[in-house]
Nanobody, 116 residues
Framework: QVQLVESGGGLVQAGGSLRLSCVAS????????MGWYRQTPGKQRELVAY???????NYADSVKGRFTISRDNAENTVFLQMNSLKPEDTAVYYC??????????WGQGTQVTVSS
């Protein structure tokens, strides 16, 4: 059964921190590069960070130095530590394999709202 369950979002003031978690089914997680995406209304979903099964990471320029992605391969879980949050980080955040396409399975996401 395919499963992606994101959690950890919320409302935070600018400069604050949040830690997102995503539990994925083994079929998605096991051998895949995993990433965190985000989407705001009217915009395309964008990839903000990804991590390989071996732990190599990559970040979008907009979050580099503020966000840290990690994964627990034993628990099929991927995390996103978000520090120094900005209002422009406000979005619904999703995890999925990389690459993932609009017609792939997506979880419900978790809303992150950063107030100024």
């Amino acid at each position: 059964q395919v499963q992606l369950v994101e959690s950890g979002g919320g409302l935070v003031q600018a400069g604050g921190s949040l830690r997102l978690s995503c539990v994925a089914s083994g079929s998605i997680f096991r051998t895949n590069v995993m990433g965190w995406y985000r989407q705001t209304p009217g915009k395309q979903r964008e990839l903000v960070a990804y991590i390989t099964s071996g732990g190599n990471t990559n970040y979008a320029d907009s979050v580099k130095g503020r966000f840290t992605i990690s994964r627990d391969n034993a628990e099929n879980t991927v995390f996103l530590q978000m520090n120094s949050l900005k209002p422009e980080d406000t979005a619904v955040y999703y995890c999925n394999k990389v690459p993932a396409h609009r017609y792939d399975y997506w979880g419900q996401g978790t809303q992150v709202t950063v107030s100024s």
